[in-house]
C-alpha cells in the first residue's frame, strides 16, 4: 500500500519567516495531494491540495509544489504569523474509479510553532 | 461546503460497556466514510472504510468485532465500540469524501474509566 513520510516533525520559526514541510509517497498511482492544518483537539482543515496533472498551486501565503517524478511534494507557508502554528499532515491518495472516492494515507504530522 | 457533523463531542463511559460514534454528512451524500483514530500528539491512523449499504473494510490490526460500523444510509455511518476497556481511550474522527476531497468531523474524544 501507499506509505506517506513527512518531515520534519517539529518545525521552529521566528514570525515572518518562511516554512516548508516536505513529504514522500510510494505509490506512483496517487493523485491527489492535500494538507490539512488541525489545531489542538480539533478537526483537520483543509489548506490548499495539489492534483497529479499540477506541478505548483498558491492561495495567498500557502504554496504546495508536487515532483511526480520523485514523489514528493511540499508546503511552503510565507510570512508566518503566531496563529499559523499548530500541526499539519500532509496525504496522498488514489482515486478508486472515476466519480469513486479516495483512499487517503496520511503522513505522521509536523508541529509547527510561529514565535513571535 | 462540505459540511461532516459527529456526535458526540465527548464521552466517558465505564469499563466493559458500549459507546456508539455518529458520523453524519449535511448537505452531501457520502458513499464512503472513513473512521480514523489519533493518540495525543500522533498521526491520524485509519481505522475502516465504511461502505454505504455493504460491510465495512478494516485495516490491518483493527478488530471487526470491537469497532463496530454501520453505514446505513448515504448519510449516516456510525462507529460503536464494544465492551469498551481503558486502551481504547482516544480521539475518534471521522471524513467523507465528495469531490475528490473529504472533510472531517469534529471529531469525539472518547473515555473509558
Known amino acids: 500500500g501507499e506509505n506517506v513520510e513527512q518531515h520534519p516533525s517539529t518545525l521552529s520559526v521566528q514570525e515572518g519567516d518562511s516554512a516548508v514541510i516536505k513529504c514522500t509517497y510510494s505509490d506512483s498511482a496517487s493523485n491527489y495531494f492535500p494538507w490539512y492544518k488541525q489545531e489542538l483537539g480539533k478537526r483537520p482543515q483543509l489548506i490548499i491540495d495539489?492534483?497529479?496533472?499540477?506541478g505548483e498551486k498558491k492561495d495567498q501565503r500557502i504554496a504546495v509544489t508536487l515532483n511526480k517524478t520523485a514523489k514528493h511534494f511540499s508546503l511552503h507557508i510565507t510570512e508566518t504569523q503566531p496563529e499559523d502554528s499548530a500541526v499539519y499532515f500532509c496525504?496522498?491518495?488514489?482515486?478508486?474509479?472515476?466519480?469513486?472516492?479516495?483512499?487517503?494515507?496520511f503522513g505522521r504530522g509536523t508541529s509547527l510553532i510561529v514565535h513571535p | 461546503g462540505a459540511v461532516v457533523s459527529q456526535h458526540p463531542s465527548w464521552v466517558i463511559c465505564k469499563s466493559g460497556t458500549s459507546v456508539k460514534i455518529e458520523c453524519r454528512s449535511l448537505?452531501?451524500?457520502?458513499?464512503?466514510m472513513f473512521w480514523y483514530r489519533q493518540f495525543p500528539k500522533q498521526s491520524l491512523m485509519l481505522m475502516a472504510t465504511?461502505?454505504?449499504?455493504?460491510?465495512?473494510?478494516?485495516e490491518q490490526g483493527v478488530e471487526k468485532d470491537k469497532f463496530l460500523i454501520n453505514h446505513a444510509s448515504l448519510t449516516l455511518s456510525t462507529l460503536t465500540v464494544t465492551s469498551a476497556h481503558p486502551e481504547d481511550s482516544s480521539f475518534y474522527i471521522c471524513s467523507a469524501s465528495q469531490g475528490g476531497g473529504y472533510t472531517f468531523g469534529s471529531g469525539t474524544r472518547l473515555t473509558v474509566v
Open positions: 448537505d452531501f451524500q457520502a458513499t464512503t
Open positions: 495539489i492534483r497529479s496533472n499540477v
Open positions: 465504511s461502505n454505504e449499504g455493504s460491510k465495512a473494510t478494516y
Open positions: 496525504a496522498a491518495s488514489i482515486r478508486l474509479a472515476s466519480g469513486g472516492s479516495y483512499i487517503p494515507t
